[in-house]
């Protein structure tokens, strides 16, 4: 174990690294084998042997986004069933044998793809890939109602608790349906509504795994302690006899969300404080713009040291909370900020101080060192989602999603690298300067306390 002064000296060397000159020009890079089996199911591999350690990471590239209307929340659905065990692997065995041999596993679901993973001793990789390949490939078989209901339970269970009783939980489902218009991929939420999941049948299930958990639709990402050849043969023993998928994937092309006037919001909840937030459309993933959008998000409200935050929490003391950011998606995005009332404040003066602050980012731009700090937090960021070998297969599996390109990590940086002033004051006057969506969430039979709408 290293000594705390070892520690320390790391750190300061690390922290001399991210506001050195010379960082601007280096990114570390993550080399990797790619490769693509008969069946379509795509393979990546970094070897990393700093520690005995392996991730295995499948990305589907299916999320809520490739569900259809009166038919949302079966890709988070199957993000519980994918654990119940499959036809080699009784229920309950998934875990269980994992956890034996001193692995972890979980899954997580987003608008743009699910995915599942495993982290352990090198000598529990065979085994990851096993369970892996046996559920994307022998799961229907034990696929029965008593399964799809109990996971359904769960799920139902888990909306009550993280959105029907959480304070402010039902924002996002008042949110997306008014942001993005009828139809649009991202305009229910990924959990679903009680409707839909209570109206899903065992077939309508089965169609959803027969047309998006197939090789052809996955990618596995595997990083750590391994030796290349020994992977390469299981995956091709486990995956390769698994079939493609029959049904064709067809992905939307849409137009970017957009409208005409401010659309004015009240949601009564079991709160105790109002909480106001503004949200605009804005641009999909790896736009030309994201950059300076997730810049402008971290001037305004980012951290405790933007202009919102200080404005409105310590030197006003009218806020209990403030934060910003802008959330780029596969097909489309948006940007949101919000602050929760202090007792006895009124949220419309939020709303002025929302507006000045985006009027004075959108004429003058951020300052040098604002930008300065942006910077080097993105870089912080990504540095540190490089610090385990699953965070290193998460950043492969979404830069080879979105781009194509696994190793994309220094062209990611040299995006917040070369922002300037000017890029951050037209993203603010293009985007932030145009109508929103203005909600204000009140404790129940507080109307009193809405915001009308915005100034800009």
Known sequence: MRSLRDRCTLLFGALAV????????????????????PNGLEVILHVDRSVPIVAVNTWYKVGSGDEKPGRTGFAHLYEHIMFMGSEHVPVGKFDQWLEAAGASNNGTTNGDRTNYYETGPSNALKLMLWLDADRMGYLLPTMDQPKLDLQRDVVKNERRQNVENQPYGLVQESLVPVLFPTGHPYSWTTIGSMADLSAASLDDVKDFFRQYYAPNNATIAIAGDFEPDSVKRWIRDYFGGIPRGSAAIVRPSVPTASRARDTVLVLEDRVQLPRLLWTF??????????????????????????????????????AQDVAAYNYGQRLDGFFSMQATAKPGQHPREFAAAFDAAIRELATSGPTDRELEQVKNGMRATMLDALSSVLGKTDRLNYYNYFVGQPDYLAQDLARYERLTRDDVRRAAQEYLMKPKVVLTVVPEGKRDLAVSGGAN
Do not use: M, W
């Open 281 to 318: 459309n804005t641009v999909k993933a790896f736009h030309a713009d994201e950059a300076a959008l997730d810049a402008a998000a971290e001037v305004l409200a980012g951290g405790k040291s933007s202009r919102l935050y200080k404005l409105l929490v310590y030197e006003k003391q009218i």
């Open 18 to 37: 991210l506001t050195s000159p010379l960082a601007a020009q280096r990114a570390p890079g993550l080399p990797h084998e790619k490769y693509t089996l």
